[in-house]
């Protein structure tokens, strides 16, 4: 079945901290994963997306790895600002690059960033 | 506005009574998703459109909903008879197609069934 796992399922951090959210897949065939930021009210909004052979990507303060050997990636983010509050969302692609329609979605990670 | 836009924002309804909730996508793009978010669950996918392609309508999870796109462009979905269970947000989400494939999202309309 396939399935996107993220952790933790919310985190609480002072401004200014760096934190690491964690996503866990297993979906056949994988086409790319992708991070989206969802504020509280707003529909999804993309952060990044990598796909099989790349292994990290940057968007300013969001660096995502992944380890599709591991089926494992990683969004950290480097000193927290209070708009960073949100949840963050997992979405592995299915099928392969020509034609690929299929999104798998975890249930995010809900985060808090205090002044 | 250059966005992907839903209407209503906020729908409240009574049980039984039929919703029609809009999504304008972003002009150009050929492929639309409706999605279904429950409280602490990942989006639900519900339907697909592509160009003019048949919809992929695998993930309706009954006959009473329904959806439509008119002309490539505005989608409509639809539920009939609304149970409590219903209540959700539910989000669109276009883009251009091919591999090029960034979604982007609409607001959301927040669905409740009284």
């Known amino acids: 079945k396939n399935q996107v796992e993220q952790s933790p399922q919310s985190l609480i951090i002072l401004e200014g901290k760096n934190c690491t959210l964690q996503c866990n897949y297993t979906v056949s065939p994988f086409s790319n994963l992708r991070w989206y930021k969802q504020d509280t009210g707003r529909g999804p909004v993309s952060l990044t997306i990598m796909t099989f052979s790349e292994n990290t990507k940057s968007n300013g303060r969001y660096t995502a790895t992944l380890d599709a050997d591991t089926k494992q990636s990683s969004l950290h983010i480097t000193a927290s600002q209070l708009s960073d509050s949100a949840s963050y969302i997992c979405?592995?692609?299915?099928?392969?690059?020509?034609?690929?329609?299929?999104?798998?979605f975890g249930t995010g990670t809900r985060l808090k960033v205090l002044a | 506005g250059a966005g992907v836009s839903q209407s209503p924002s906020n729908k409240v309804t009574e049980k039984g009574k039929d919703v029609e909730l809009r999504c304008d996508p972003i002009s150009g793009h050929t492929a639309l998703y409706w999605y279904r978010q429950s409280l602490g669950q990942g989006l639900e996918f519900l339907i697909y459109?592509?160009?003019?392609?048949?919809?992929?309508k695998s993930g309706l999870p009954s006959d009473r909903f329904s959806a439509e796109r008119t002309g490539g462009s505005v989608s409509t979905l639809t539920i009939q008879r609304t149970q409590q269970e219903d209540s959700a947000v539910y989000l669109c989400a276009s883009l251009r197609g091919g591999r090029a494939d960034t979604q982007y999202f609409g607001p959301g309309t927040r669905l409740t069934v009284l």
């Open positions: 979405v592995v692609s299915v099928g392969r690059d020509t034609g690929t329609y299929k999104y798998i």
């Open positions: 459109f592509q160009g003019n392609s048949a919809p992929d």
